[in-house]
């Protein structure tokens, strides 16, 4: 399906045992302006690259195809999306899901319900500027939570009102980053392609009921 042989695991990860680790004071957060914030912990699961593989396999992967300037394109990422409280594809993201809603249950007011993942197979598949409006994010403060596992790829943050400068976080291998607040609609988030021959990165990301 895609060239693997530019995957290379993180050494610290080789003979972890696969747990998700603490949250609590290891989660270090920014402050973004209009009441936006970004959430980082930096290898959350730990012996992620055992849980990525085993995604690469188990998860039915999809190519979607959109219309764009009036042609049929495909979407340049592989998806699996996840609805409220399916089943999801392996009991260490449900370990997972359970310990984002202790540690952010209070703060949202809610649990993360549905979980999307996407497969980006090489530096040419990306995500372009965009906020997750499609449901209440266009409207009320809310979260969404993103487990990257494997190739780390930059996910970049900009302001929509064009002020300020684009924040870049290198994310892959277990890393959890939340977007809260205001986050989806007064900025916009991005996987940009990268000229780099870069191996395969899944993102999973947790979204409350009705947030898209
Ligand atoms: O790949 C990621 O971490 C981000 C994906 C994303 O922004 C989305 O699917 O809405
Ligand atoms: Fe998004």
Same mark, same amino acid.
């Given at each position: 399906?895609?060239?693997?042989?530019?995957? !290379?695991? @993180?050494?610290?990860?080789?003979?972890?045992?696969?747990?998700?680790?603490?949250?609590?004071?290891?989660?270090?957060?920014?402050? #973004?302006?209009?009441?936006?914030?970004?959430?980082?912990?930096?290898?959350?699961?730990?012996?992620?690259?055992?849980?990525?593989?085993?995604?690469?396999?188990?998860?039915?992967?999809?190519?979607?195809?959109?219309?764009?300037?009036?042609? /049929?394109?495909?979407?340049?990422? #592989?998806? *699996?999306?996840? +609805?409220?409280?399916?089943?999801?594809?392996?009991?260490?993201?449900?370990?997972?899901?359970?310990?984002?809603?202790?540690?952010?249950?209070?703060?949202?007011?809610?649990?993360?319900?549905?979980?999307?993942? *996407?497969?980006?197979?090489?530096? &040419?598949?990306?995500?372009?500027?965009?906020?997750?409006?499609?449901?209440?994010? @266009? %409207?009320?403060?809310?979260?969404?939570?993103?487990?990257? #596992?494997?190739?780390?790829?930059?996910?970049?943050?900009?302001?929509?009102?064009? +002020?300020?400068? %684009?924040?870049?976080?290198?994310?892959?291998?277990?890393?959890?980053?939340?977007?809260?607040?205001?986050? !989806?609609?007064?900025?916009?988030?991005?996987?940009?392609?990268?000229?780099?021959?870069?191996?395969?990165?899944?993102?999973? !990301?947790?979204?409350? &009921?009705? /947030?898209?």
């Amino acid at each position: 399906m895609f060239d693997n042989a530019w995957f !290379q695991g @993180s050494l610290l990860d080789a003979d972890t045992p696969e747990a998700v680790g603490a949250l609590g004071d290891a989660v270090e957060r920014v402050a #973004l302006s209009h009441g936006a914030w970004v959430d980082l912990r930096r290898g959350w699961i730990s012996g992620a690259d055992e849980l990525f593989a085993r995604l690469m396999e188990s998860v039915p992967w999809r190519a979607e195809r959109r219309m764009m300037y009036e042609r /049929v394109v495909d979407v340049p990422r #592989l998806l *699996c999306f996840y +609805g409220d409280d399916a089943a999801l594809p392996d009991p260490l993201l449900t370990e997972a899901r359970t310990a984002l809603d202790r540690h952010y249950g209070p703060e949202l007011g809610e649990p993360f319900t549905t979980a999307g993942l *996407c497969l980006y197979r090489d530096g &040419r598949d990306s995500v372009a500027w965009h906020g997750d409006t499609t449901g209440r994010g @266009s %409207t009320d403060d809310t979260m969404v939570a993103i487990i990257s #596992l494997g190739t780390p790829r930059a996910l970049t943050l900009r302001p929509r009102d064009g +002020g300020g400068c %684009t924040l870049r976080y290198e994310v892959g291998h277990g890393d959890l980053l939340v977007m809260g607040g205001s986050c !989806q609609r007064t900025w916009e988030h991005a996987i940009p392609k990268s000229a780099r021959p870069l191996g395969p990165r899944i993102s999973v !990301q947790f979204r409350p &009921r009705g /947030v898209r």
